[in-house]
């Protein structure tokens, strides 16, 4: 189908922060995606619909087509790795990925002279890179929350989480050594769309970069 477009969400944050946007520009779900549980919604524009599902999954879906255009996390598309463009820097859901490590270890560490590491994480591909691109050794181990507990409970030494205001760190006695990557929310889209339903692409990320402008 050429003529319609799918948009896949997230819930939560990304949610939250990108149905204003895109009613700014034109395109407001017909039921609430907040609080139903429907996971397809028609739209006031016929032509277009809103999936909802895991952040993770965003660009997978728009990799493989599923949905022609996505919304996602950097770090959650750092970590994906995929063949699919990233068209437009929302700037929403802003924060920083992060090494971070115990306090009272940090004040005798000195990241210049790591050479093996003992991380937990949920962002493994990202560390191994970020990482081997420094020459630094690292085992990691891969979790899906709460990595702020690992070293408290000798799991691991370090670890890689986002961070925005460092209250969750501050709350685990861990403090931030190395900057990752600075991460905000981007608008996602698949290669072939953007060739096979170039007009309806252009025209939607368009209004979409013009809300963002009048910011
Ligand atoms: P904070 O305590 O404000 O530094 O937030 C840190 C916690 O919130 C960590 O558990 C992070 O994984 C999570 N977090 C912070 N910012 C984001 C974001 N933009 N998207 C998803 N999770 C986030």
Not at 49 to 74: N, Q
Not at 171 to 181: K, M, Q, R, S, Y
Request: one cysteine or more; charged letters at 25%; aromatic letters at 4%.
């Amino acid at each position: 189908m050429t003529d319609s477009l799918t948009i896949a969400l997230s819930k939560g944050r990304i949610l939250d922060e990108t149905l204003p946007l895109l009613a700014a520009a034109g395109i407001e779900p017909l039921d609430n995606p907040r609080i139903s549980r429907k996971l397809i919604f028609a739209t006031n524009q016929s032509h277009i619909r809103l999936v909802i599902i895991r952040a993770a999954d965003v660009p997978t879906f728009v990799e493989f087509g599923a949905a022609d255009l996505g919304v996602s996390g950097k770090d959650v598309l750092m970590e994906h790795d995929g063949d699919l463009f990233e068209l437009l820097d929302l700037g929403i859901a802003r924060c920083r990925l992060m090494v971070a490590e115990p306090a009272e270890m940090a004040a005798n560490d000195n990241p210049a002279n790591w050479s093996r590491l003992r991380i937990a994480t949920k962002y493994v591909h990202i560390t191994r890179r970020f990482f081997a691109t420094k020459g630094v050794q690292t085992e990691i181990i891969k979790l899906y929350g709460s990595m702020e507990l690992a070293p408290l409970v000798g799991l691991a030494d370090r670890i890689v989480d986002l961070v925005d205001t460092g209250n969750t760190l501050k709350a685990n006695n861990l403090v931030e050594v190395e900057h990752i990557a600075d991460i905000s929310s981007w608008l996602v889209g698949n290669t072939a769309s953007m060739k096979l339903k170039h007009e309806l692409m252009q025209s939607t990320v368009a209004a979409i970069a013009a809300v963002l402008d009048e910011k």
